[in-house]
C-alpha cells in the first residue's frame, strides 16, 4: 500500500518557467513532510518542508503549498533553472520514531 | 564537518553471496537509518539505528540485518543475495530518532546482483 503518491513521474520546464510537482497522502496522522532533492550520483538532500500548521511556506524559489482537507501538498519552483535538474522524492511521517515514508520521485528537467 | 561517508561506493556480487556496507555518520550524529532505493519502489526504509540498538525497522525480509558500533558507525548487512536486491542502499544519520530536520543522506552504495 504505498501511503504518498507522488505525480507526475517525469516533467520537463522550460527555463524560467514554473515546475509543480504534486504529493497525496493517506495517513491523516502524518505530520511532517519534506521534500528532497536528488542529483545522479548523490544521496537525497531535505529541500524544504512543512508541518500541517501552515498552509504555505516559501524557501528562496522553493514553495511547499500545504491543503490538510484534500490530504495534498505540493512544490512549486519558480523560475526554473537547468542546475534544478533532479529527482524530487516528496515524504511524509507522523514524526515520533516513525520513519519517513517516501513518493516514487519525480525526474524533473529545464531545458534552456 | 564531513557529511555521511559510505563505503564501498560500488559493489558486483552473484546470488547467493553476502554483502556488508558501511556508512560513518556525521560526527555528533547517533542515529543512522537505512534506505533501499530501486527505480520501480523508490524509497524504502530498512531500519534505523541509535545507541547500537535497533528502533525500527521496516518490511524486508530477515537476509536484511545491521548493527551500529558505540562510534555510531554502522554495517548492514544482506545474506543470500537475490537479484532482485540490486539497489542502491542510502544510509542518512541524524542527531537522533526521528529529527528529520537534522537527517542528512549519504551518497549510497550501489549493489549489483548478477
Known amino acids: 500500500q504505498q501511503q504518498v503518491k507522488q505525480s507526475p513521474q517525469s516533467l520537463i520546464v522550460q527555463k524560467g518557467g514554473i515546475s509543480i510537482i504534486n504529493c497525496a497522502y493517506e495517513n491523516t496522522a502524518f505530520d511532517y513532510f519534506p521534500w528532497y532533492q536528488q542529483f545522479p550520483g548523490k544521496g537525497p538532500a531535505l529541500l524544504i518542508a512543512?508541518?500541517?500548521?501552515?498552509s504555505e511556506k516559501k524557501e528562496g524559489r522553493f514553495t511547499i503549498s500545504f491543503n490538510k482537507s484534500a490530504k495534498q501538498f505540493s512544490l512549486h519552483i519558480m523560475d526554473s533553472q537547468p542546475g534544478d535538474s533532479a529527482t524530487y522524492f516528496c515524504a511524509a511521517t507522523k514524526g515520533g520514531n516513525t520513519p519517513l515514508v517516501f513518493g516514487k520521485g519525480t525526474r524533473l528537467s529545464v531545458i534552456a | 564537518k564531513a557529511g555521511v561517508t559510505q563505503t564501498p561506493r560500488y559493489l558486483i556480487k552473484t546470488r547467493g553471496q553476502q554483502v556488508t556496507l558501511s556508512c560513518s555518520p556525521i560526527?555528533?550524529?547517533?542515529?543512522v537509518s537505512w534506505y533501499q532505493q530501486t527505480p520501480g519502489q523508490g524509497l524504502q526504509f530498512l531500519f534505523e539505528?541509535?545507541?547500537?540498538?535497533?528502533?525500527n525497522k521496516g518490511n524486508f525480509p530477515g537476509r536484511f540485518s545491521g548493527r551500529q558500533f558505540s562510534n555510531s558507525r554502522s554495517e548492514m548487512n544482506v545474506s543470500t543475495l537475490e537479484l532482485g536486491d540490486s539497489a542502491l542502499y542510502l544510509c542518512a544519520s541524524s542527531l537522533f530518532p526521528g529529527n528529520q530536520e537534522t537527517q542528512y543522506f549519504g551518497p549510497g552504495t550501489r549493489l549489483l546482483v548478477l
Open positions: 539505528y541509535f545507541s547500537e540498538t535497533q528502533r
Open positions: 560526527s555528533g550524529h547517533r542515529s
Open positions: 512543512i508541518r500541517p500548521d501552515v
